[in-house]
């Protein structure tokens, strides 16, 4: 158990609608990472935060936005859904402000799009 | 569980062999490489990291090569058990610092 949790586990809908990802940190840590994972792109970084601000940004869609709130625990939400947009989600956290070190992955939130 | 890639490479190893994962990374600049696991169902697990002042680092079972005149990284498992089954991934840490993941390697350890 790594410590991360996310929620749901599993999520089906449809084309066009909007879903919400959460993730609670390690207890203690700052920093909150959102990747992508999918079969042709592998895990792809998203976003990151840290102590409640935006710190790095990769490969984000502008239909999917991100917040980390004062209790630290982090929503991704993902509007307009494709197709495409089915993949696994994964939040990981550390306690270090940069995107190095060891990450924390929780075990991720499996969205399909139909 | 779930496979995470159904295209990915993979090595196939007998029980208590020793197996050698290999990694091409592509930043001349990256300073920080890491190794992760992922098992099926679950979210990748650090095994192990290394700087790049650094050609080799040991730890339980696992040693990291680093090559950076050919940007190699490699990972070796000593007595693979069949635990380790899984995707293994490097990643590279480049000045922008968001680490970059590899495509990953399936690892099959037969009994």
């Known amino acids: 158990d790594s410590g991360v949790t996310q929620t749901p586990k599993h999520l089906i809908t449809a084309t066009g609608q909007r879903v919400t990802l959460r993730c609670s940190p390690r207890?203690?840590?700052?920093?909150v990472y959102w990747y992508q994972q999918s079969l042709d792109q592998g895990l792809q970084f998203l976003i990151q935060y840290y102590n409640g601000e935006e710190r790095a940004k990769g490969n984000i869609l502008e239909r999917f936005s991100a917040q980390q709130f004062p209790d630290l625990h982090s929503e991704l939400n993902l509007s307009s859904l494709e197709l495409g947009d089915s993949a696994l989600y994964f939040c990981?956290?550390?306690?270090?402000?940069?995107?190095?070190?060891?990450?924390?992955f929780g075990e991720g939130s499996r969205l399909t799009v139909l | 569980g779930e496979s995470v890639g159904l295209h990915l490479p993979t090595l196939s190893v007998q029980e208590g062999d020793n197996s050698i994962i290999n990694c091409a990374y592509s930043n001349s600049a990256s300073d920080y490489f890491i190794w992760y696991k992922q098992e099926s169902g679950k979210g990748p697990q650090f095994i192990i990291d290394?700087?790049?002042?650094?050609d080799k680092r040991q730890g339980q079972r696992v040693t990291v090569l680093l090559n950076k005149t050919v940007k190699h990284l490699s990972l070796q498992i000593a007595a693979t058990q069949p635990g380790d089954s899984a995707v293994y991934f490097c990643a590279e840490s480049p000045p922008t610092r968001k680490l970059v993941f590899g495509a990953g390697t399936i690892l099959r350890v037969k009994s």
């Open positions: 990981a956290s550390s306690v270090v402000r940069e995107n190095t070190g060891e990450l924390f």
């Open positions: 290394i700087r790049s002042n650094m």
């Open positions: 207890s203690g840590d700052l920093s």
